[in-house]
Each structure stands twice: as C-alpha cells, then as structure tokens.
C-alpha cells in the first residue's frame, strides 16, 4: 500500500531555513509527480509545490524564489526546501500523491 512520511518540520525563527523530507512506498516513485501541501490553523490545505516525473518544479505565488522541490528517485524521496521563512509559513506540510495523504509535519514560524 502507498505510505508517505514526512520529516523535518520544526520551530524557526523569521527568516530561517527548515528542509522537509517525504520517503515514498508502494508504488513506482520515479513515475509519479509528487506535491507538498499545507494547512494553517483555520484555514483551508493550499499546494505549495508539485514536481513532475521528469523533475519540472511548480510553485504557488507565495513561496516562488524562497522554497525549492526536488526529488531523489534512488531514494524515493521528494524534498522541499524552505528558505527566508516567514510566520505565515506556519502550517503543517503534507506530502501527496493521488488521494494519498502523509501524516504531516508541523512547521512553526516565529516572528
């Protein structure tokens, strides 16, 4: 079955830099494009970033030229690096593929 972990999430300082990790199973990770989402307090999950097969980055307007995916396929492994964070980062990140949902990990931002 397809699991999805998430880690590296944490508490940083305004202008910080966290990267968090998704290791993938069951199903050909090479194949698939992958999303990171996320999900503040009271507020609706939004896509941050998703990432083709192939390696094409995709970005929400907010993040662009602060946060980068990437992905290890030897690894099964997509990436989000998160650059000059801001407070209203904080949110849990969600790694994603299909309907299939991680646990999250909790970045907490402070100003």
């Known amino acids: 079955q397809v699991q999805l972990v998430e880690s590296g999430g944490g508490l940083v300082q305004a202008g910080g830099s966290l990267r968090l990790s998704c290791v993938a199973s069951?199903?050909?990770?090479?194949?698939?494009?992958m999303a990171w989402y996320r999900q503040a307090p009271g507020k609706q999950r939004e896509l941050v970033a998703d990432?083709?097969?192939?390696?094409?980055?995709n970005y929400v307007d907010s993040v662009k030229g602060r946060f980068t995916i990437s992905r290890d396929n030897a690894k099964n492994t997509v990436y989000l690096q998160m650059n000059r964070l801001k407070p209203e980062d904080t949110a849990v990140y969600y790694c994603?593929?299909?309907?299939?949902w991680g646990q999250g990990t909790q970045v907490t931002v402070s100003s």
């Open positions: 994603t593929i299909w309907s299939y």
């Open positions: 069951g199903f050909i990770f090479s194949r698939n494009a």
């Open positions: 990432i083709t097969s192939g390696g094409r980055p």
